[in-house]
């Protein structure tokens, strides 16, 4: 894919990096030259010093063949013009719009006028808080969240100690509302399970599952074989 991305703040610059070392080509646009020039050394792509808001910007970093636009700036109204305009330039080309104050993420998300030119609105500060005040109230999982859905994918590891090592999943007896999606033995290979499918004695295990039933969850992956249990 070839992706422009408005903003060579520290999201911007990590969305970059990322998307070059899945083999997607990148194009910035900053308006800082300094920090042009400064990321010009340190991504393979094309660094633009220029503003977005511009179409004759957007037209140098040749939006019209771009697949996706991210606008990442810390500033709402400049990142809401700038996927207006790339819009308007390439009508097929999938938007992203960085906005920093959750109450406005709400208005484009539920404005049906808006969506037309913003495929994905997203709010960085308001999946930090939703991260952290998760981490709070339960905390000691490696965690990914989906808060809108009132739901998260967490791992655990199975070790020597684990009670649940060698079983199969049927008899686990997780809770409704919960599912293993994948999982890693010490090796690292991957199986996507059935009920019958055993665990491994050591290795990794991921779930989807709803807020409301993941202590429940915890307790069943984190339960440890008595001493005598244990070779």
């Known amino acids: 894919m070839f992706i422009v991305i408005m903003g060579a703040g520290r999201v911007g610059y990590l969305v970059a990096k990322m998307l070059e070392n899945e083999g997607h080509d990148v194009t910035i646009i900053d308006i800082d030259k300094e920090r042009a020039k400064e990321l010009s050394f340190l991504i393979n792509g094309l660094v633009i010093e220029g503003d977005a808001t511009d179409h004759k910007t957007l037209e140098e970093a040749n939006v019209k063949q771009a697949d996706a636009f991210a606008a990442l700036t810390g500033r709402d109204d400049a990142n809401i013009l700038a996927c207006i305009l790339a819009k308007h330039l390439n009508p097929e080309v999938k938007t992203v719009l960085r906005i920093s ?15 037309k030119y913003f495929d994905v609105v997203i709010s960085p500060e308001e999946i930090a808080a939703n991260y952290i005040f998760r981490s709070l109230t339960t905390p000691g999982f490696d ?8 739901a ?6 199975l070790d020597d100690e684990s009670e649940i090592s060698e079983k199969s999943v049927k008899d686990l007896n997780l809770p409704r509302d919960s599912l293993i999606v994948a ?11 059935s009920g019958d499918t055993k665990l491994p ?7 989807f599952a709803k807020n409301s039933v993941l202590n429940e969850i915890k307790k069943i992956f984190e339960q440890k074989k008595s001493s005598g249990e244990q070779t």
């Open 152 to 157: 998260e994918i967490v791992k655990f590891r």
């Open 101 to 115: 104050k959750p109450k406005n993420k709400e208005v484009f998300e539920r404005v049906e006028d808006l969506k």
């Open 143 to 150: 965690r990914v969240l989906f808060p809108r859905e009132g």
């Open 183 to 193: 999982i890693y033995d010490e090796k690292g290979n991957l199986t996507i399970p």
């Open 201 to 207: 004695k050591k290795g990794e295990v991921v779930v």
